[in-house]
C-alpha cells in the first residue's frame, strides 16, 4: 500500500501533519476513546459513579460506543487511507477531513451527554463517510471496492435504527454483521496480501487468490447475518454460522499464516482472523448448547478478532505511511498479547462464569493496549512523516 501524506517538504500539509491523512486523527481518536469508554463503563457498573448519558441502560450504552464509536472511528481511519491508495483517487485531507473527524467526535460527545438530538448528531458520520467514499470508488477500476458501500450503509443504517428503530438490540445485531462483512473484506485483502509479500522475500510458496473462495466467503456471511437478524430457527442460524467457519477456515489456512510466527506485525494479524472462525464456531454452539451465551460470538468477534487486527494494523499503518520500518516494538508486541489475553477472559467470563476479576481484568488489559499504541506512536501521527529515502 503506497504511503499516505505528511510528508516533509509538501507546502499543502507543512504544520498540519495530523489533517494529511485519514488515520492520523482517527486512529488517535479511537485509542484515546477506548480506554475511557471502557473505564467509563467499568466505573458505572462498580458503582463508582453513575452511567453517562440520559436514560440509557449501560449494556447498550457499552455496545454502542464500542461499535459506533470506537470501531466506526477505526473504519474511518482505515477505509479514508486504503481506498484512495489502491483507487488513485485523492485523500480526504485538511478542512474536509477534520470537518470529518469533527462529525464523529460531536456523535460521542452528544451520545454520552444524552443531548435531546444525539441520534441526529450521531447518525450523521456514516452516511456522510459513505458519500465521501463513493466518490473514491466510482473512479476506480476495479469493482472490487464497491463493495465497501452496502456493508457501510447497513452500518449506518443500524446506528439510525438504534436511536429511531422499535428494538435498540436488534440494530446492534444488524450492526455487528456490517462490521463483520467489512472484516471479511478487507482482512481477505490486507492479511493474504501482507502474507505473500513477506513469504515471497524469503522465497517460500504463497497461494494467489482464489475468486471462487471470495465469493463463497461472503456469499457464507450474507446468509449467516440473515439467520441471525431475521431470527430463523436455530438449526438454520447454526448451519448458517458453521458454513461460514467452514469457508473461513478454508480461506485463512490458504495463506499459511503459521509461516510467519516470527513476524509480529503479521502472526497479531493472523490470530485476529482466527478469533473471527472461533466467534462463528461460537455463534453455532449457542444455538445447541445451552451453557454458551448468544453474545459470547460478539465479544469473541468484537474483542478478539476485530481488536487484534486493528491493533496489528494501526501499528503497520502508522509505522508504514511514516515513513518508519515495518518493525514492531517490544512494547507493541506485549500489546498484541495483551489483546489476545483480554479476549480469553471475556470469553472464559462469559462462557465458564469466572468472577468479576476476569471481567476487569479484560477490560484493564484492552485499554492498557490502547494506551500502549498511544504511546509509542501517538507522536507519529501528530508529526510530518519521515522523509522518503
Not at 267 to 275: E, F, P, T, V
Request: charged share 10%; hydrophobic share 60%.
Amino acid at each position: 500500500m503506497p504511503r499516505a501524506g505528511g510528508r516533509r517538504g509538501d507546502p499543502e500539509l507543512r504544520g498540519q501533519a495530523l489533517w494529511s491523512s485519514g488515520f492520523r486523527p482517527f486512529f488517535l481518536g479511537a485509542a484515546c476513546y477506548g480506554p475511557l469508554l471502557l473505564a467509563l463503563w467499568y466505573g458505572a457498573r462498580a458503582g463508582w459513579w453513575g452511567a453517562p448519558g440520559a436514560g440509557l441502560a449501560l449494556p447498550l450504552l457499552h455496545a454502542h460506543e464500542l461499535l459506533f464509536g470506537f470501531a466506526a472511528a477505526l473504519v474511518c481511519g482505515v477505509l479514508l487511507t486504503a481506498l484512495p491508495s489502491w483507487s488513485g483517487a485523492r485523500e480526504v485531507r485538511g478542512g474536509r477531513l477534520a470537518a470529518l473527524f469533527v462529525v464523529w467526535a460531536v456523535g460521542r460527545g452528544a451520545f454520552l451527554a444524552g443531548l435531546p438530538y444525539a441520534g441526529v448528531l450521531d447518525s450523521a458520520l456514516l452516511p456522510v463517510l459513505a458519500l465521501v467514499l463513493f466518490a473514491t470508488v466510482s473512479h476506480a477500476r476495479r469493482r472490487l471496492f464497491w463493495w465497501t458501500l452496502p456493508p457501510l450503509a447497513a452500518l449506518a443504517a443500524a446506528n439510525a435504527l438504534y436511536y429511531f428503530g422499535p428494538d435498540p438490540r436488534w440494530a446492534l445485531t444488524l450492526g455487528v454483521h456490517a462490521l463483520a462483512f467489512l472484516f471479511t473484506l478487507y482482512g481477505g485483502l490486507f492479511i493474504p496480501a501482507f502474507t505473500r509479500r513477506w513469504l515471497h522475500a524469503r522465497g517460500e510458496r504463497a497461494a494467489a487468490i482464489l475468486p471462487p473462495l471470495e465469493y463463497a466467503t461472503a456469499l457464507a456471511m450474507i446468509v449467516f447475518a440473515c439467520a441471525d437478524v431475521l431470527g430463523a430457527p436455530p438449526a438454520w442460524t447454526a448451519a448458517a454460522a458453521l458454513a461460514a467457519a467452514m469457508v473461513h477456515a478454508w480461506r485463512f489456512a490458504r495463506w499459511r499464516g503459521w509461516r510467519t510466527a516470527s513476524e509480529p506485525l503479521l502472526w497479531c494479524i493472523h490470530l485476529g482472523y482466527a478469533w473471527l472462525i472461533a466467534a462463528l464456531v461460537l455463534r453455532a454452539l449457542a444455538e445447541i448448547a445451552p451453557e454458551v451465551p448468544r453474545d459470547a460470538w460478539i465479544h469473541a468477534f468484537t474483542l478478539g478478532a476485530y481488536g487484534m487486527l486493528k491493533i496489528g494494523l494501526m501499528t503497520r499503518v502508522a509505522l508504514r505511511h511514516t515513513g518508519r520500518p515495518l518493525k514492531a516494538s517490544a512494547a507493541m508486541q506485549i500489546a498484541f498479547l495483551m489483546v489476545f489475553a483480554a479476549s480469553l477472559l471475556r470469553l472464559a467470563y462469559s462462557v465458564h462464569g469466572l468472577g468479576e476479576w476476569a471481567l476487569a481484568g479484560s477490560a484493564l488489559l484492552w485499554a492498557a493496549a490502547l494506551l500502549a499504541y498511544l504511546a509509542v506512536h501517538g507522536t507519529m501521527l501528530l508529526r510530518p512523516s519521515l522523509p522518503r529515502p
